[in-house]
């Protein structure tokens, strides 16, 4: 299994451009996330999956879209890049089987900024 | 709500000297925690889970972690600190569930450097 995988590992956006983040996941996992991770604030959830078809919002999920069409695939779209979205972006996913369900597997993230 | 604070962001040990990092929690029922690690431009990887079994529990590379209700902590230890446990470390607890879904809450990171 490649576990969780995420498109493209670096990306430097002007102001105002559009662009699409990828993650893909072979764990057949239900649930799947986006955080950004920003110096000394941990990792914050953006917007998350509960299955194919089923997308809500976490914590700052301003400025970013997601849709969920298959169970492998969760990409992110930033509409109208801003220099305040300049970031690391991970992407996770999870399971259910039991004793398990909590635990999320990260991608290796993708470093975009945005000038 | 949940919540989480880690009391250090910077911790500096000398190799084979003992590791602790020091996280507490707040939740408004029996949370899941966690601590992940974090290589230098790396993702991020389980060390250990709490889930309502043991209270001392056991993770990867001679980590392990104490549950303790009474003081609402979750600290990290490690015996004997090697070079390569220099990395930035991050308390998570899970929230509420949402559609079956535990959002997790990320403390803020604590770097560990370990020095010869």
């Known amino acids: 299994n490649a576990g969780v995988t995420q498109t493209p590992k670096f990306q430097v956006l002007k102001t105002g451009q559009s662009m699409t983040l990828q993650c893909a996941q072979d764990m057949n996992h239900e649930y799947m996330s986006w955080y950004r991770q920003d110096p000394g604030m941990g990792l914050r959830l953006i917007h998350y999956?509960?299955?194919?078809?089923?997308?809500d919002q976490g914590e700052v999920p301003n400025g970013y879209n997601v849709s969920r069409s298959t169970t492998e695939d969760f990409p992110l779209r930033l509409l109208s890049a801003a220099p305040s979205q300049t970031s690391v972006y991970f992407c996770?996913?999870?399971?259910?089987?039991?004793?398990?369900?909590?635990?999320?597997?990260f991608g290796p993230g993708t470093r975009l900024t945005v000038t | 709500a949940q919540s989480v604070t880690q009391l250090d962001s910077h911790v500096s040990v000398s190799e084979g000297t003992p590791v602790l990092l020091r996280c507490n929690y707040s939740?408004?029922?029996?949370?899941?925690l966690f601590w992940y690690v974090q290589h230098p431009n790396k993702g991020l990887q389980l060390l250990l889970k709490?889930?309502?079994?043991?209270?001392l529990v056991k993770g990867i590379n001679g980590f392990e972690a104490e549950f303790k209700k009474s003081e609402t902590s979750f600290h990290l230890t490690k015996p004997s600190a090697h070079m390569s446990d220099a990395a930035e470390y991050f308390c998570v607890v899970s929230g509420a569930p949402s559609g079956g879904y535990n959002k997790l809450i990320f403390g803020a990171g604590t770097r560990l450097a370990v020095h010869p």
């Open positions: 939740s408004s029922y029996s949370p899941s």
């Open positions: 996770a996913s999870s399971g259910t089987t039991s004793g398990r369900r909590n635990e999320q597997y």
């Open positions: 709490y889930t309502s079994a043991a209270t």
């Open positions: 999956s509960v299955g194919a078809g089923i997308t």
